[in-house]
């Protein structure tokens, strides 16, 4: 808008004092500043062209032809500074225009132009409004330096001029002209290199400092015209005056859109304004009356128009008003709307006739238009499926489509206002009321349920929902809305709140803002709170306060995606009742859409004596499990027996030979250290044994914590070293790099590994010695799963008892207790994992452990 305003008064200037130029050849001061503000015109064009630029050609070619209209300003500048003030060197003159004329040649030498030997992109600015805007960025032009001298010698050249004017006396002109000059060129230019060089990230602006250069001057070579002028009109005043009063008055009536006319009624005379011709398409020269006027009357009110004018010209005395239609000589059809008054004469005769005319044909389309929507939307209420009102800005009902009036059996008139709610059932018709005006003087929509008697006389419920109309200028027009009858719904509700009423759960419906919304006697037992004081509570009242910032997160997340569901799958959930008490809960999810929005029936359920029970039985599991690892243990009493008489023989052999060196004097330092390292070693080594016999037979809690899975084995196969011995079996342990660590309990872990070992060193007594093979081997499956696997070359067992394996009390043994792979498969699946067994191809019986990788194991 501003660069549009900025050309337009440039060009409007430019027009101007060409057309003063024509009428004066002899002022060619005159040519020269229209060919100046033309050239400024253009530039502020070639400027919005730049800043609305998409890419980097389009903005160089842009600033490329910009430099034809630079050059154009720069030479009548100059030229008409030189004549008008009469001052500046000549010579200067020429120089600026010979190196302003060099500069344009090297323009369109240099591509992209002379200012950007190439410009890299461009910036998008963010300007008043929100408009965005196209600023360059790139490498400057050395050559633009020409450009610059020339402005430089432009300012030399303004200076000079001002400087001898101001001698002569003429210090008006000086400052004016030569001082804005100066002022906006020295601007142009800074602001131009400022923008060419990178320091500021802006558009070229050069067009609003010569536009205030162009205004300077204008403003001077306007004021001599105005003077002229004024010296004119001392000598014409009279018929001066005389053609201002009648500007004047077409000047009025046409901002109003009237046409005045006088009638002479005797004469049959009619004088009329321009404006009234251009109304009715009569040319200037062509003669009117009233005949003639009545000939472009539409045909359909000729008759009528023809009585009036009849009645004027007879009667007179009053003040006529009509509305008519015209075609005029292109055949369009125009509404006009006419007033006039009669004069009468010294007889009391009608004389004259004076009144206006006014064009009204937007008016009358809009009242079609009007007339037409008001059938269309009377017509579609009428047939649309719901009861429909409409109301003013006073609150009265203006309108009930044909819905409404079926429905209560009354007429259009009998609705009207007020009376509509002497329908309402009296007990719903205070609230009603109360809602409908509350929103009313608010200016806000409204949903509202009351009762509506209907034509046989039962009530029924309806939902009524308003919303309030505005016009186009925001002023309030009053409200429209529409009834469903909802008594079915109600009944429905009734029957579903006595269901949940009924259940033996507790019941809690929320909305999607968290708020209660019902909730059964049930749910008002377990919470501890009156059913009364329940409703209308948060959700989160229920719920512990550590717990409130992520249940809301929840409450959205379901909201967005409602599906039926359990809560909080893989956490444990507790409710909190109104004495601040904590209890585990089970929860169930359901979405329930309705009309009034998205609801959410939890099923809540306290499982605090479930829990317990679980709790107990956990302890009986981990009682169970240490009394199997006592077990284990007893069996490997000769083995660990051995392997701790092993450490503890070497131990006393260590210390006799060194106190016989000691009683023969041969014992020297370094032997010395040697036997005790050897006893520090041995004592170790029975520790650790003694050690891993006390953690397997220790009574506790579970401890879990990340296990690596290669020092689990390496342990195992310390425990089973010398049962395996004992047994002439070899084991074979192998662990992948990718093994990792599980997390779980560590004893429990050992447990369950050292009981398929053993297991699998007892299955192969009745191999031969040379036969008894224990391979142990650890790694990763495809699916990052943790496995651990125990195959022997025994004889595997029967097929049949493949089932039956893992089952309390069943045993392949003898003298097995049948609780040893029961307990560890339910060891296994405490951690969340799997024991299977098979029998190889090959031979013997192969379990394998996998264990899931979880969180913590992909962290460790």
Request: charged share 25%; hydrophobic share 45%.
């Amino acid at each position: 808008m501003l660069w549009s305003m900025d050309a337009a008064f440039c060009f409007t200037l430019a027009g101007i004092y060409l057309l003063v130029w024509f009428k004066q050849r002899e002022k060619w001061e005159h040519l020269l500043f229209s060919c100046s503000a033309l050239a400024a015109g253009v530039i502020a064009g070639f400027e919005l062209a730049s800043m609305q630029a998409e890419t980097t050609a389009q903005y160089g070619a842009v600033l490329r032809w910009a430099h034809l209209p630079v050059w154009m300003l720069f030479v009548s500048v100059v030229w008409f500074v030189h004549l008008y003030l009469r001052a500046g060197r000549r010579w200067l003159v020429w120089t600026v225009c010979g190196l302003r004329t060099l500069a344009l040649v090297l323009n369109f030498l240099f591509k992209p132009n002379l200012n950007f030997r190439e410009i890299t992109s461009l910036r998008h600015l963010s300007w008043w409004g929100g408009e965005t805007v196209s600023a360059p960025v790139g490498v400057p032009n050395p050559w633009t330096l020409v450009g610059m001298l020339s402005v430089l010698l432009l300012l030399i050249f303004f200076v000079d001029a001002a400087t001898t004017v101001w001698r002569r006396g003429d210090r008006r002109r000086a400052l004016i002209v030569g001082g804005s000059a100066i002022s906006f060129v020295t601007l142009a230019l800074g602001m131009s290199a400022l923008v060419i060089w990178g320091v500021i990230e802006s558009p070229f602006f050069i067009s609003f400092p010569y536009l205030g250069m162009i205004a300077a001057m204008g403003y001077e070579l306007s004021d001599n015209l105005l003077r002229a002028a004024q010296l004119a009109k001392k000598f014409q005043t009279s018929e001066a005056a005389l053609r201002e009063s009648e500007a004047s008055i077409n000047l009025a009536t046409s901002a109003a859109n009237l046409g005045l006319w006088l009638w002479n009624i005797r004469d049959d005379k009619l004088w009329v304004t321009e404006k009234w011709r251009a109304l009715f398409g009569f040319t200037k020269s062509e003669p009117v009356n009233f005949d003639r006027l009545l000939e472009v009357v539409h045909p359909e009110d000729h008759e009528r128009m023809q009585l009036v004018v009849q009645h004027m010209s007879e009667h007179g005395g009053i003040d006529h008003e009509s509305e008519y239609r015209i075609t005029r000589p292109d055949g369009s059809t125009r509404w006009i709307a006419g007033y006039g008054s009669v004069e009468l004469d010294e007889d009391g005769k009608p004389a004259f006739a004076r009144g206006v005319s006014r064009d009204i044909t937007l008016r009358k389309n809009a009242e079609e238009e009007l007339r037409e929507s008001e059938a269309r939307f009377r017509a579609m209420a009428d047939t649309a499926p719901v009861m429909i009102w409409v109301s003013g800005a006073d609150k009265l009902c203006t309108f009930f489509n044909k819905g409404w009036l079926d429905f209560t059996g009354r007429t259009l008139e009998e609705e009207l206002g007020n009376r509509w709610a002497e329908g309402v059932d009296r007990e719903d018709l205070d609230r009603c009321v109360s809602t409908y005006e509350n929103s009313f003087n608010a200016r806000q929509p409204f949903t509202m349920e009351y009762r509506l008697r209907r034509s046989d006389g039962e009530y029924r419920w309806v939902l009524d929902t308003g919303t309030p109309r505005f016009a186009p200028d925001g002023a309030f027009l009053g409200y429209i809305g529409s009834c469903i009858d909802i008594t079915e719904r109600k009944l429905a509700e009734e029957k579903f709140r006595l269901v949940l009423d009924a259940a033996p759960n507790a019941m809690i419906m929320v909305d999607s803002a968290g708020v209660i919304s019902f909730a059964n006697a049930t749910a008002a037992t377990v919470f501890g709170y009156p059913l009364s004081e329940l409703i209308g509570r948060h959700i989160e009242t229920l719920i512990p306060e550590r717990f409130h910032d992520r249940h809301v997160g929840y409450r959205k997340g379901f909201f967005s995606q409602p599906s039926s569901r359990a809560m909080g799958a893989g956490r444990d959930l507790f409710g909190c009742r109104k004495d601040g008490s904590e209890f585990p809960v089970e929860v169930g999810l359901n979405p329930i859409h309705s009309s009034e929005g998205l609801f959410v029936l939890a099923s809540v359920i306290d499982i605090t004596a479930r829990k317990q029970a679980e709790l107990e039985y956990q302890v009986q599991n981990m009682e169970l499990a240490r009394v199997g690892r006592v077990a284990v243990m007893g069996e490997l009493t000769a083995s660990l027996a051995h392997e701790v008489n092993n450490p503890i023989g070497a131990i006393v052999a260590n210390a006799s030979a060194g106190q016989r060196l000691l009683a023969a004097g041969k014992m020297e330092t370094e032997e010395l250290t040697e036997l005790l390292s050897d006893i520090v070693a041995d004592g170790r080594r029975a520790g650790e044994v003694i050690q891993g016999v006390r953690n397997m037979v220790r009574k506790g809690e579970a401890r879990r914590s990340l296990i690596p899975i290669e020092d689990t084995i390496d342990q195992l196969l310390r425990i089973v070293h010398a049962d395996a011995i004992r047994r002439e079996a070899k084991v074979t342990a192998k662990v992948d790099p990718g093994a990792g660590q599980v997390w779980g309990d560590p004893v429990q872990f050992l447990q369950v590994l050292l009981n398929l070992a053993l297991n699998s060193l007892e299955a192969m007594s009745a191999m031969p010695p040379d036969a008894r093979r224990l391979f142990i081997r650890a790694g990763r499956d495809g699916n990052g799963d943790i496995l651990v696997s125990v195959r022997d070359s025994g004889p595997g067992f029967p097929g049949e008892t493949a089932e039956q394996l893992f089952e309390p009390f069943f045993s392949t043994k003898s003298e097995g207790t049948g609780m040893g792979l029961a307990i560890s498969r339910s060891i296994v699946e405490a951690h969340g994992g799997t024991l299977s067994g098979e029998n190889c191809d090959g031979g013997g019986a192969c379990f394998t452990v996998r264990l899931p990788q979880d969180d913590k194991s992909k962290v460790a």
